[in-house]
């Protein structure tokens, strides 16, 4: 296992999942058992099997997955934070057309009132960046080590310790000259 050509499938196939599980629309594929994240893993060791000389076990494509989760997870967060603000921003402003669409309604208990006028403003604070990003990065590791050990699984086709290659002659080799017609006389 070679960590420097392990790399660069880890960064892409983590950077693609790391963007597709931030962008709303699309973060819906991770609903369909983390397609996306798993997705990754098996790009990250497909990538990294057809580049590797030796052959690839699971362990590797498990170390693979990791490095690849990790980097999506980091991927995420932070792409997700200009998404989460703008999303802040347009919650906002829905939630404050709905307490004033509601608060004016005359037969509105008080208690239900209060409950509504208390709700949260929709501002994004540092500490849900952290949490989500730090649980972004632990699940997603986790969940892309097995794509990369299906990855493994799915594209390497070499066996390890197998039977060793059968000995081929040479090709073009001249044939042995022909021995003596009469041996010398001793």
Not at 1 to 30: C, D, Y
Not at 89 to 114: C, F, H, I, K
Not at 138 to 160: N, P
Request: aromatic share 6%; glycine share 12%.
């Amino acid at each position: 296992m070679n960590q420097n050509t392990m790399l660069r499938p880890a960064l892409i196939g983590g950077v693609l999942l790391g963007i597709l599980s931030a962008i709303p629309p699309l973060s819906l594929g991770n609903c369909l058992c983390c397609a996306w994240i798993i997705g990754g893993g098996v790009l990250a060791a497909h990538l990294y099997v057809k580049s590797s000389p030796t052959v690839v076990t699971l362990g590797s494509g498990v170390a693979l997955g990791l490095f690849t989760g990790a980097i999506g997870g980091i991927v995420s967060a932070l792409f997700s934070i200009p998404v989460q603000m703008l999303m802040s921003s347009m919650l906002a402003e829905y939630t404050g057309q709905a307490r004033q669409m509601l608060g004016d309604l005359p037969n509105l208990p008080p208690a239900v009132r209060e409950l509504i006028m208390s709700t949260t403003s929709g501002r994004l604070s540092i500490l849900s960046v952290i949490v989500a990003g730090f649980f972004d990065l632990v699940v997603y590791s986790i969940i892309a080590m097995l794509g990369g050990v299906l990855g493994v699984a799915i594209f390497e086709k070499r066996k390890i310790g197998g039977p060793p290659p059968t000995y081929q002659p040479p090709l073009n080799i001249p044939p042995p000259p022909p021995p003596p017609i009469n041996p010398p006389e001793q």
